[in-house]
């Protein structure tokens, strides 16, 4: 079955440091991939996503993610951490069947000292 | 205004009683999703629907109705409240003629059963 993982549970970073968040999933094929970002007490907003072609992606925020098919991996990352990016972020991959799911992360929840 | 509305935002309610959470598309996207977020279980699948008049379980759909007689309308009924029902609940669509998984969220409703 397929599945997600997002090693880390909380991670707190200073503002202008550098971040990665990572994730790392179980599928056969090329998956596509997600991330999706959530600000305290809202919906989810998709931050970027993979389907195929280049592996590095770019996002919006100043975020992009590198798919390494070797490595099972697509982390997240961004060169200089804003206090505003403190957010809860979940990495999914689109399910096998014909039916739009998503294989969700249980999330990595961000924090950023000023 | 276009896009994804839940309604209502916030609801306290007891223990036996029906809630009806709703969720509003301008889309016309097929797919539609219902997701529970709970602290320590990221977000998880109650139920999804295809198209109108048709839909399926996800991973937690017990105390759980859904329908959807219009395609912008996927409205989730919990029939007889339980205090494990208290969480955030998220709707998402999704378009079908594309063949990748991205979701478009709501902003949620924060369900409180006493």
């Known amino acids: 079955a397929q599945s997600v993982t997002q090693p880390d549970i909380h991670i707190t970073v200073s503002e202008g440091a550098s971040l990665e968040l990572r994730c790392n999933y179980s599928?056969?094929?090329?998956?596509?991939l997600f991330w999706y970002v959530q600000s305290p007490g809202q919906g989810l907003q998709l931050l970027l996503k993979?389907?195929?072609?280049d592996t590095l992606v770019q996002g919006i925020k100043g975020f992009e993610a590198e798919f390494k098919r070797s490595q099972s991996s697509f982390n997240l990352r961004k060169p200089s951490v804003h206090w505003s990016d403190a957010a809860e972020y979940f990495c999914a991959v689109g399910d096998t069947g014909n039916n739009r799911k998503l294989i969700w992360g249980l999330g990595t929840s961000l924090a950023v000292n000023p | 205004d276009a896009g994804i509305t839940q309604s209502p935002r916030y609801k306290i309610t007891e223990t036996g009683r029906q809630v009806t959470l709703m969720c509003h598309q301008t889309?016309?996207?097929?797919?539609m999703f219902w997701y529970r977020q709970d602290l320590g279980h990221g977000l998880r699948l109650i139920y999804y629907?295809?198209?109108?008049?048709?839909?399926d379980k996800g991973e937690v759909p017990d105390g759980y109705v859904v329908s959807r007689s219009k395609t912008e309308n996927f409205p989730l009924t919990l029939e007889s409240a339980t205090r494990s029902q208290t969480s955030v609940y998220f709707c998402?669509?999704?378009?079908?003629?594309?063949?990748?998984?991205?979701?478009?969220f709501g902003p949620g409703t924060r369900l409180t059963v006493l």
């Open positions: 629907s295809a198209a109108a008049d048709i839909t």
């Open positions: 889309w016309s996207h097929s797919y």
């Open positions: 993979y389907f195929s072609g």
């Open positions: 599928y056969g094929a090329t998956p596509y």
């Open positions: 998402a669509s999704s378009e079908s003629a594309v063949t990748y998984n991205e979701q478009f």
